[in-house]
């Protein structure tokens, strides 16, 4: 075995080699650490910018100008704004959707909250499957939905107006998509069958982490079940109640396909079926003017954040009573 | 992944299409299926050629083109276009306009006839052409090969019409028509519950009424675009089609547009007569076997004695975009989908679909018995009333023009239905005007209009 005499010059070379490799390595790693994170969320940057940030920026762009494709642009200020307020079909569908909208929180979420509490009942049994069974039309699509309703409502042979008919009856003839006073309920009741089921997943995952002892000392209280209800349950369930609130009021401010299916692309009978979303369709690619649509579009955006300031107001003051 | 494919994108922009592919995107399933079978034999005699077709629903195809068209972005090479949106893409300057102009080419003389512009039914053109100024002087410009002509018939039950002893023949006007089909009606639908309507007609859109106008000889919009479907002619129209459909005395009722429940409404004889233009021919043969044999067809009745006896509904272009660099190919395609005797002739036997040029006319197909429809020459008997087709001129707002006057109907069934004659020609002037108003001011809208 040979033993190798150790150089002190050498040692110190190596140690100022190896001190400065470490540090290039240390800031190379540092500048990694740095870079790392934007590295990861550049393909997302990416993306956002160009299909979130540009179609934002361009649509607003768009809603101070009249265009007739690329080359011919022409300024017209506050021209489509004005328009807007004095415009009859945007107010039509205004109301329509709000009426909607209403419908959805007023009708729907109660619906949904009945059917959570149905789930949630110790003496049902097969919860699972019934669970199953009320969440599935929501799995179809608004468009499936659309296309299902045409064939269940369409009068004399559909099974809904033969149903009502046979059950009640209810003149088989009644247009269901083609009388305007037909046309909101039958909407609503689509929707009611595809979200009623949804939004009870919601409630039902709030209702089963509410404490069992509060309810369970509300009994020895001698609370009745109204009581625990209206004094237990809602109380802790309120948070889920004002999500599940404003998701579907922005669900409905955005309805779209169920009504452009339902009624095969047009407003229906004297624009019972216009909505928001869909009158921004007929203008900006059934009448081609971008500018308007764009227009309409960034009024629904500030529709919608008022909507969501106003719950979000709420729902403070509620956290702060709690 | 993004990065990758937003770098692939950016190296190749707008010439991912081969050159030796043509792409052509049709809307009707049925035009698909029919093109199929025609396109092998063109790429046959285009050594290396490949002809891409795609099906792409109406709509998509007519947002997809509107937003290619807005953004620059490349289209297919030819494309067909609903007659309803087709207005839609000639609006502004003519340099704006996505499609080429086709007027050139389709009055070029040719080596075997006169030019494609005299051998089509000259009203076909007045959808797809652009009516600009230039120097003072008007000047059409044709930006869509025209694919049909539609002429409407009215369908009648032959069967039912024949056993209570109705001669169709001698039902030369409306007024005779409907004053016959009452009696009828009365018959069959006794006092109890009305099982059977006279004729189908929609209350709540603008689809049967706009036939009907065009056959009393108004339309939507004048060739220079001015809008005329509040004028008197239209009112006339609305005044004498909404008793039919509302009221205790409607002889008419609809159903939504549904191929399934057209079966059934044969079925349960719910029509005793239907408004056919040739296309929707071949839907009842294919939907509504219940009525094979049972059905006829006749003229439509007139207006006015010796007035007109048709009307027309639906139609289809074929445009070319601009950027292609294949026009020639792209040109010649069409014209054998579209103007080919053989080839249409072949599309006629799928789908009832009379070919536009009058040369096709004298095919012997066309006279051939159609068991469907009573053994009458199904295609002999459109034919004869091709050339009285009325025009329907573009506008980029007719379709709004037709919510609109779908609105109007709407409002004046309800309107009459609750208060029947009683100031119903005034309400009816009112609301006609009302809705003619609100297509003008939209049009007020856009600086290109």
């Known amino acids: 075995m040979t033993s190798r005499k150790r150089n002190p010059m050498a040692d110190a070379v190596s140690h100022s080699t190896s001190d400065g490799v470490r540090a290039k390595a240390y800031a190379s790693w540092r500048l990694q650490q740095k870079l790392a994170p934007y590295f990861f969320i550049t393909p997302f940057l990416i993306l956002f910018l160009l299909f979130g940030i540009y179609p934002i920026i361009k649509s607003l762009y768009l809603a101070f100008h009249s265009t007739n494709g690329p080359r011919s642009v022409v300024f017209t200020g506050l021209d489509n704004f004005r328009f807007l307020l004095n415009d009859p079909d945007f107010a039509t569908a205004l109301f329509n959707t ?69 059950a009640f009856g209810v003149d088989p003839s009644i247009k269901w998509l083609g009388d305007a006073n037909f046309v909101m309920p ?10 009623v089921g949804y939004n009870s997943i919601y409630f039902l995952a709030a209702l089963q982490s509410v404490d069992k002892e509060l309810h369970e000392a509300a009994a020895v209280d001698g609370a009745s079940g109204w009581h625990q209800f209206w004094h237990v349950t809602v109380p802790a369930i309120k948070p889920v ?82 | 992944m993004a990065l990758l494919s937003g770098a692939l994108l950016l190296t190749y922009p707008a010439t991912i299409i081969p050159e030796n592919r043509l792409q052509v995107w049709t809307f009707a399933r049925a035009h698909f299926d029919a093109y199929r079978e025609a396109i092998p034999g063109f790429e046959r005699d285009h050594a290396g050629l490949k002809v891409d077709l795609q099906y792409v629903h109406e709509r998509a195809v007519t947002s997809r083109l509107r937003a290619a068209f807005a953004s620059d972005l490349p289209v297919p090479d030819m494309l067909e276009v609903e007659i309803r949106w087709a207005g839609g893409f000639f609006r502004g300057p003519l340099s704006d306009i996505g499609f080429v102009d086709l007027t050139r080419e389709l009055k070029k003389p040719r080596p075997d006839g006169p030019p494609w512009f005299e051998r089509v039914v000259a009203s076909r053109f007045a959808p797809y052409t652009a009516r600009r100024k230039v120097n003072g002087i008007e000047e059409d410009h044709i930006f869509g090969l025209p694919h049909d002509v539609h002429p409407v018939l009215l369908a009648y039950r032959r069967d039912i019409f024949e056993e209570h002893g109705i001669d169709v023949e001698k039902l030369t006007t409306w007024d005779a028509f409907f004053s016959e089909g009452r009696k009828l009606l009365k018959k069959l639908n006794g006092d109890g519950q009305t099982k059977h309507f006279l004729i189908e007609l929609n209350d709540a859109s603008s689809e049967h009424f706009e036939i009907l106008l065009f056959q009393r000889g108004g339309a939507l919009f004048a060739p220079d675009g001015t809008l005329r479907m509040d004028d008197e002619t239209a009112i006339q129209n609305m005044l004498w089609y909404v008793p039919l ?113 009058r040369e096709s006319w004298k095919h012997p197909a066309l006279s051939a018995a159609n068991p469907y429809f009573s053994n009458q020459p199904l295609g002999r008997l459109y034919a004869d009333q091709a050339e009285s087709t009325p025009p329907q001129y573009a506008s980029p707002y007719a379709q709004i023009a037709r919510r609109k006057l779908g609105e109007a109907l709407s409002e004046s069934v309800r309107y009459y239905s609750t208060n029947g004659v009683n100031g119903f020609e005034d309400y009816v002037r009112h609301r006609m005007k009302q809705a003619g108003d609100e297509v003008r001011i939209q049009s007020t809208l856009n600086a290109y209009d």
């Open chain 1, 98 to 166: 709000s009426a909607f909208a209403f419908f959805s929180v007023f009708l729907q979420l109660p619906l949904a909250l009945a059917l959570a509490l149905l789930l949630n009942s110790t003496w049902l049994k097969g919860r699972t499957v019934f669970r199953f069974i009320f969440f599935a039309p929501n799995l179809v699509g608004q468009v499936f939905a659309g296309f299902l309703g045409i064939v269940i409502f369409t009068p004399l042979y559909g099974l809904f107006p033969k149903f009502l008919n046979m």
């Open chain 2, 245 to 357: 459909v509302a009221g205790h005395d409607r002889v008419a009722y609809s159903l939504a547009w549904n191929l399934e429940m057209m079966g059934k409404a044969q079925e349960s004889k719910l029509f005793l007569a239907v408004l056919m233009p040739d296309w929707l021919s071949g839907y009842y043969q294919k939907y509504a076997p219940a009525a094979h044999g049972k059905m006829a067809l006749m003229p439509l009745p007139a207006f006015t004695p010796g007035g007109l006896r048709t009307s027309t509904r639906g139609g289809s272009m074929m445009g070319f975009s601009k950027k292609s660099k294949q026009f020639d190919n792209a040109w010649e395609l069409a014209l054998k989908l579209y103007y080919d005797t053989d080839s249409r002739i072949e599309q006629f036997k799928l789908l009832n679909i009379l070919p536009p040029t």
């Open chain 1, 186 to 195: 039958t909407l609503v009741l689509i929707s009611l069958w595809m979200y």
């Open chain 1, 241 to 322: 109640v004002l999500i599940v609130v404003i998701m579907s009021t922005i669900g409905s401010f955005q309805l779209f396909e169920l009504p452009f299916t339902l009624l095969n692309g047009s407003s229906g009978p004297n624009k019972s079926g216009l909505t928001l979303v869909l009158y921004l369709y007929q203008s900006g690619f059934e009448t081609g003017n971008l500018g308007y649509a764009s227009t309409v579009g960034w009024t629904l955006a500030l529709i919608l954040m008022a909507v969501s300031l106003v719950q979000r107001k709420l729902s403070t003051s509620v956290r702060g009573h709690d």
